[in-house]
C-alpha cells in the first residue's frame, strides 16, 4: 500500500513536471530564445490580433442571441395568450 502511494506520488510529480514544459509560457519563452526577435515580434503580433478577434466574434455572438431571444419574445407572449 505505501509502495503504491509513493509510486502515485511519483507519476504525479512527474506530470506537473512535464505540464509546465509544455505549458504556453514554457513554449512562449523557448520560442522567444530560438526565433530573431524580429520573427518572434511578428507571431505575438499575430497571435493578439487572433485574440482580439476572438473576443470581438464571442461579443458579436452576445449580440446575435440576445436579439435572436429579443425577437421571440412577443411571439412567446402571443403563445401565452393563446
Same mark, same amino acid.
Given at each position: 500500500?505505501? #509502495? #503504491?502511494? $509513493?509510486? *502515485?506520488?511519483?507519476? +504525479? +510529480?512527474?506530470?506537473? @513536471?512535464? !505540464?509546465?514544459? @509544455?505549458?504556453?509560457?514554457?513554449?512562449?519563452?523557448?520560442? =522567444?530564445?530560438?526565433?530573431?526577435?524580429?520573427?518572434?515580434? $511578428?507571431?505575438? $503580433? *499575430? +497571435?493578439?490580433?487572433?485574440? !482580439?478577434?476572438?473576443?470581438? =466574434?464571442? $461579443?458579436?455572438?452576445? @449580440?446575435?442571441? *440576445?436579439?435572436?431571444?429579443?425577437?421571440?419574445?412577443?411571439?412567446?407572449?402571443?403563445?401565452?395568450?393563446?
Amino acid at each position: 500500500m505505501f #509502495a #503504491a502511494k $509513493e509510486e *502515485l506520488s511519483k507519476i +504525479q +510529480q512527474e506530470s506537473e @513536471v512535464l !505540464t509546465s514544459e @509544455v505549458s504556453d509560457e514554457a513554449i512562449d519563452r523557448k520560442a =522567444r530564445k530560438l526565433m530573431p526577435a524580429a520573427v518572434y515580434k $511578428e507571431i505575438a $503580433e *499575430l +497571435q493578439e490580433d487572433v485574440k !482580439t478577434e476572438k473576443h470581438r =466574434r464571442s $461579443e458579436l455572438r452576445e @449580440v446575435m442571441e *440576445l436579439k435572436r431571444m429579443s425577437s421571440l419574445r412577443p411571439l412567446l407572449e402571443e403563445l401565452e395568450k393563446g
